[in-house]
């Protein structure tokens, strides 16, 4: 049996850590505050909300619910009837870029607008 | 003399003893592991202690019996616990990891912590690579870096512990001639 870790884990866990870190600093870099809120639903555009009014948006649609909250230019979900509530697990968004995703109800919600909008991955 | 139908070899019914039985520790595993999320507030995140034991078959008894394991596993617990949605994430997750780790260990360049490594990177791939088909969008990526370091440890800490249990095993499987 071969040892627990050879040359070739040690490199391939590296170069994997290393990529990891790189592509989020990646994503992260250049992101600034963003203007406007973008919802799809199933891959099309459900709606825009202007990040610098503070509102309470519901979404209702084949009996699922999410209720996404904006507020002093930031995002969070603050309801959803998933069973496993991982959209509201995600915490706040603000920059351009970030998004907060629900997959039992296909929902995607990303910060758009403002500066810088590229995004090295989509 | 020739052989009855009651008098099969005896390594039949070892293999396939040794494969049912495993198929239940990998779904008891998965049920742990629904019952208790080791997610640390990350959605996606988790350690895979099912794959502990495709690991273990994989080395032990061979590719055929691993594929075989982790077949079962994901098609009972679909059925069970995770639902049709889950079950497309199970087996995205577990057909890619399952090829890689396979390849990987076919290299000969790696012990089971990188094999382990690679499935857990691989796992989570397949898993988001549903998750961007069920809702057509490709920004679910953005968590790909963090599901990346999440699999190189759950990885990890699955190697170890396997290569620390095939160490225990005896030397031989049970006639399994590790096809």
Do not use: W
Request: glycine share 10%; with cysteine.
């Amino acid at each position: 049996m071969t040892p627990m870790f050879r040359k070739a884990d040690i490199i391939l866990i590296a170069v994997l850590i290393i990529a990891g870190f790189v592509m989020s600093f990646t994503l992260a870099a250049g992101r600034s505050d963003g203007t406007t809120v973008t919802v799809t639903r199933d891959g099309r555009l459900y709606g825009t909300y202007d990040l610098a009014k503070d509102q309470t948006v519901e979404i209702r649609e084949d009996g699922g619910v999410n209720i996404f909250e904006i507020k002093d230019g930031t995002v969070r979900m603050i309801e959803a009837d998933c069973h496993n509530k991982d959209c509201m697990q995600q915490g706040v968004i603000s920059k351009t870029g970030q998004t907060i995703v629900c997959l039992p109800h296909k929902l995607v919600i990303e910060i758009t607008g403002g500066e810088q909008e590229y995004d090295t991955i989509t | 003399m020739t052989r009855s139908h009651n008098n099969r070899p005896a390594g039949d019914v070892n293999r396939l003893t040794a494969v049912a039985l495993m198929a239940a520790l990998a779904l008891i595993f998965s049920y742990i592991e629904i019952l208790i999320p080791f997610n640390f507030g990350i959605p996606g995140v988790k350690l895979g202690v099912a794959n502990l034991v495709v690991i273990v078959a994989l080395y032990y008894l061979g590719p055929r019996y691993a594929f075989v394991i982790n077949m079962i596993r994901v098609a009972v617990a679909g059925l069970l616990f995770t639902g049709l949605f889950g079950f497309c994430y199970s087996m995205a997750g577990a057909l890619l990891s399952f090829a890689v780790m396979y390849l990987i260990k076919k290299t000969g360049l790696f012990s089971v912590t990188g094999v382990s490594v690679c499935g857990g990177v691989f796992h989570n791939l397949g898993q988001i690579l549903v998750a961007a088909v069920l809702i057509s969008s490709l920004k679910i990526f953005a968590y790909f870096p963090v599901l990346i370091i999440s699999g190189v440890i759950s990885g990890t800490i699955i190697g170890i512990v396997s290569y620390l249990i095939l160490q225990r095993l005896p030397k031989r499987a049970p006639e399994s001639s590790g096809r």
